[in-house]
């Protein structure tokens, strides 16, 4: 039986109330599923979110929210099969579903790994240092993010069902901030199907995630000024939702992941029998075949130095000889069906409008042998390479998006005219340059980079190990410029931040202290009554200072060290050339030779709760120390944090080293002390 496809929405699955339209299957167009969100009230889901999940996202810290995906990745991967099985019908091979399914997964992973180890276990996050604002350090700066009040609506495409739906996700839940995810149509039934394996884990707490099935209805007329939209698809759709005047009159934060036209550049030195050559070929014929080139990041422009560009074109065409095209189901097939028969119509179309610029050289749009599939009721295409002699002259090779398994070869004749060639594609989303010479990669990167969210430097140094080039990652910004949308997602913390609110705080150290939980320089520093290295985990307090007695630096010292070391630098060892250096004006202890005498003034040394120091951040020597000066160390307890295990927590502590009244050096220690028994 025909699957009709239910929403989520207040908590319940709630199936449609109305005209159902009917989605067929890639391989042989039989109807899979049906779907509608006739009959949803888009402003209850908006305001339940608002007033459900979102404060119950936001009782929790960034490190229980990151709990949250981490269970949901791993209750997710213990059910994936299910997912693999019903994607099959989008077109999906095995190698597809990898991309899809595990990588929609891995992206829960990398941000519950991420929240734990780069976010606080608080409600808020401190961005930055402090300003100094005022002459005598009373009126400081810093800045604060939290989560926006208001629910996260996820708009995706139909080519990434799992994925694109986790990677918007992961950020947004990670933020605090609840949503409304809204599949594309097309293959809705395998969003569905996530949703339904996510609800059912309930990790999630009640409103936390909503689901639209079918179209958007008037869902973006509820919007206001703390809600987010996330939009990925083509270039049209953006506009309309980008210019919908509740979005434009309420401010709503609008980003667009949207179609882009990438390229793949072959630098001049890549010849024929290079390494660099031969990598090309691969990743070209790659990207036009996975997902059958229904990536958003896939290469629709292959860029070549005129004197290659016939021997590219015959490697590709070679290549895609050995591409099984067929039933995705099958073991033996690399190149699934597009996702629908009328996706491949307007593939085929695309292709029609780019052959008034370029002629094919490789595949027929209108002729394929599936193995395994029917060549009419199934969307099977075969690879075209098409290849445009005058590429700078030409506009449809830069504009039109064929979304399929679909590229133009492009010759350039100066690297200067590869990259005004890329540049004509205004704007995409990530591009690849293929080059073992310095000169060209410097060249290259330098001019593309304003065009692209990210660019791949491929050369026989990285290419076993690399990602390659359509691989957006939760670490690196998915996004790009102009005509690619102008948005970023992921990049690590970045796609977390966008959904939240930065704002600037101005005020005493002490109450700014008091505020961020953090000591500030200026806020009040009682002197300890124990040594904070005696205290555990729990019970150090945050501003709790330790003043030491001083110590002599001597010229022994500073020669014993360099000795022991085996740092004989000459600002140490040489007067005369120690005196005609800038800065010194004679000889210097060595600043290591300061940080260790700082910390044996400061530690306390029997076993006790402080279990290691494990780093330094923000190091800076700031005045030489010379023989003779009396050093002492001011140790206050600047931050705390849980460890990434139960039985010890984290302990930044702000270490200043004086000489007299000035400052000669000052860093954060990073310490691991032990919990309360
Ligand atoms: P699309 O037709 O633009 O649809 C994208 C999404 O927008 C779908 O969920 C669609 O829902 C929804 N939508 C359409 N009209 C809407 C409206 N008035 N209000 C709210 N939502 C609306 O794109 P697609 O065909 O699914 O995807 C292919 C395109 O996406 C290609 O151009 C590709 O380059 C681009 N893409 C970009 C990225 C990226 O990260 N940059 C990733 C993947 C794909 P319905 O399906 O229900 O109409």
Redesign the pocket.
Known sequence: MTRILESYALDRWTAPDGALVDIPSAIDGRVVARASSAGLDFGAMVRYARAIGGPALRALTFHQRAGLLKALAVRLGEQKDALYGLAADTGATRGDNLIDVDGGIGTLFAYASRGHRDLPDQHFVVEGGVEPLSRNGSFVGVHVLTPRPGVAVH??????PCW?LLEKLAPAILAGVPVIT?????T?YVAEALVRLIIETGVLPAGALQLIC???GD??DHLSGQDTVS????????D??RNHPAIGRNAVRFIA????LNAAVLGPDAEPGTPEFDLFVKEVAREMTVKAG????AIRRVIVPRPHAQAIAEAIKARLAGVVIGDPRRDDVRMGPLASTS?RAAVRAAVAELRQEAEIVVGDPDRVEPLGGDADTGAFMAPILLSCANPLAATRVHTV?P?GPVATLMPYDTPDEAVALVARGEGS?VASVFTHDGEVADQLVFGLAPWNGRILVIDRDCAKESTGHGS?LPALV???PGR??GGE?MGGLRGVFGYLQRTALQGSPSRLAALTRRWIKGAPAPCATVHPFRRDFDTIRIGDTVETASRKVTLDDIEHFARFTGDAFYAHMDEEAAKANPFFGGRVAHGYLVLAFAAGLFVDPAPGPLLANYGLDNLRFLKPVAPGDDIHVRLTVMEKRPGRKADYGEVRWDVEVFSGDATVARYELLTLSARAA
Request: glycine fraction near 12%; hydrophobic fraction near 30%; charged fraction near 20%.
């Open positions: 708009i995706n495409a139909f080519n990434f694109g809204k599949p594309a149509t097309p809705a079918g179209s958007a869902l973006l939009f990925t698809g083509s270039a049209d759709t953006s309309r939702l992941e949207r179609d882009s229904q990536k958003c990041t996706q998006e979304f989303l957006p998915h996004g790009g690619a949308g997602e």
